[in-house]
């Protein structure tokens, strides 16, 4: 921003471009800051629209920092859910939980990578998952067909709440 411009250096500058955004006169405005017409137009072409980007990138930077902690907020969730089912043995609720786990870090990795949106996310190196994959497995230790049916679905990549298939009996 020129120190040369009269309404950047002036002291009432945020007053000033909100009543220019606000669709202010360039005349009134002027008469009323002291300032000259063809400054505050010159202002109003030449400074206003830059303003206005980066006013509008600072808004998107505090709403992606909202987004990032709600889905943290998630996540968190996920997990207590996921340890009250398995202390409770809730094999289903369990899996539901993993899936929502999940989905959580996959949308966590793409938030925090956004600068790079083509970012692909691959789970199976995410170190958080291969911990709570470890995790689940370990407390399906003591019943072989849930495991089974646990390694299976994740082996797809895919968790499905039906996979109960494996639990059928002689
Ligand atoms: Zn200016």
Redesign the pocket.
Known sequence: ??RS?T??SHDL?HVINTELVRGGGNRRIAAEYGLSESSVR??RA??IPELLARASEAVEAAHADDLLEEVRGLQRRAYAVLGAAEQAQEYRVALAAIREARSNLELLARLVGQLDSTLNVNLSVNSEWIELRALIVGALEPHPDARAAVLAAIRQGEITKNGSGAGEGP
């Open positions: 921003m020129p411009c309404v950047c500058r010159r202002h030449d400074h």
